[in-house]
């Protein structure tokens, strides 16, 4: 009996060590290393990455989106105007990525005047425009396009329309304008230099003491001059008299301002022209869709 309980005591005591070593075990190979801890933490950190990059391919809108977005603006706004809506809009595209070379891009005008070319004689057309100019023989056709339409022609200018963006306004019915928004002369430019200053040479210097060229450039300057000013005057011939698009004529191209001197909508009032306050609210989200910094994308989602 004795030795009995001395074989189950030793058991016992057996059995405990055993426990004990298999729990110091488990716990040694839970514990983590330095180098498993690390790799822990890096793994924690990947998927943290790639959950932000979810979150800011899922927060950026596609190019299929914007699209469908600037489609549905202008579909919204020919509805409740009833109008065709044409736009000419200078602009970045906010798909581009960043490693690509920010592109100003604008509709052509071929494609512009194909549009007015096919809008129904009786369909109104609103014309949204926003450019620097610079668009020389392009915005004298889409100009002429848009003053033989019969029906009303509505420029809307929601920033600017600069230079030769401002004859796209002279061919309108009605010009719309926010307080801020801006025109300007349409004096021509030769080399780079107002076609006025060039003339005011030769009424400075003996003829004798002026380089041929510059007499050359100066008869270039007077010829381009008296276009663009006869120009201004057949555009405005139907909505003023026959002074009043002279005087228009002479102050948008007889060189006594610079040509980055804005034309505000209280100025393109006192000079005649028929100028309404106020952009649609849509013409507006429109320029959401638009990149005009670099890196500064639509801070929208469009759904398709």
Do not use: C
């Not at 979810?54 to 914007?66: D, L, R």
């Amino acid at each position: 009996m004795a030795e009995l309980e001395t074989l189950l005591a030793a058991a016992i005591v057996a059995s405990v060590g055993i426990n004990a070593l298999t729990s110091l075990y488990v716990m040694r190979r839970l514990q983590p290393t330095p180098a498993r801890a690390e790799a822990a933490e890096e793994a924690e950190d990947e998927e943290e990455n790639e959950e932000e990059d979810g979150e800011e391919e899922a927060g950026a809108s596609t190019k299929e989106q914007i699209l469908a977005r600037r489609s549905q603006l202008i579909r919204q706004l020919e509805e409740e105007r009833g109008t065709r809506i044409i736009t000419l809009i200078h602009r970045k595209e906010p798909w581009s990525t960043d490693d690509d070379e920010p592109e100003i891009v604008l509709e052509e005008s071929e494609t512009i005047l194909q549009a007015v070319r096919e809008t129904p004689r009786d369909k109104p057309i609103d014309f949204i425009v926003h450019t620097e100019g610079g668009l020389t023989f392009a915005a004298d056709m889409m100009a002429m396009a848009l003053k033989h339409h019969p029906a009303k022609v509505t420029v809307m200018v929601p920033f600017y329309a600069m230079s030769s963006g401002t004859y796209l306004a002279l061919a309108a019915d009605e010009i719309m304008m926010e307080k801020y928004s801006i025109l300007a002369p349409v004096e021509p430019q030769i080399d780079e230099m107002p076609a006025n200053w060039i003339m005011a040479i030769l009424k400075r210097k003996p003829v004798e003491l002026i380089a041929d060229r510059t007499i050359l450039l100066s008869e270039k300057a007077r010829m381009e001059t008296e276009n663009a000013a006869e120009f201004v005057k057949w555009l405005l011939a139907d909505k003023m008299t026959e002074d009043q698009t002279a005087q228009v004529a002479n102050f948008l191209v007889g060189g006594f301002m610079a040509s980055t001197t804005p034309i505000t909508l209280d100025v393109a009032r006192a000079i005649g022209l028929n100028v309404t306050e106020g952009v649609p609210e849509k013409v507006h989200q429109l320029f959401e869709t638009i990149e005009f910094g670099v890196g500064k994308k639509p801070g929208k989602v469009y759904d398709q």
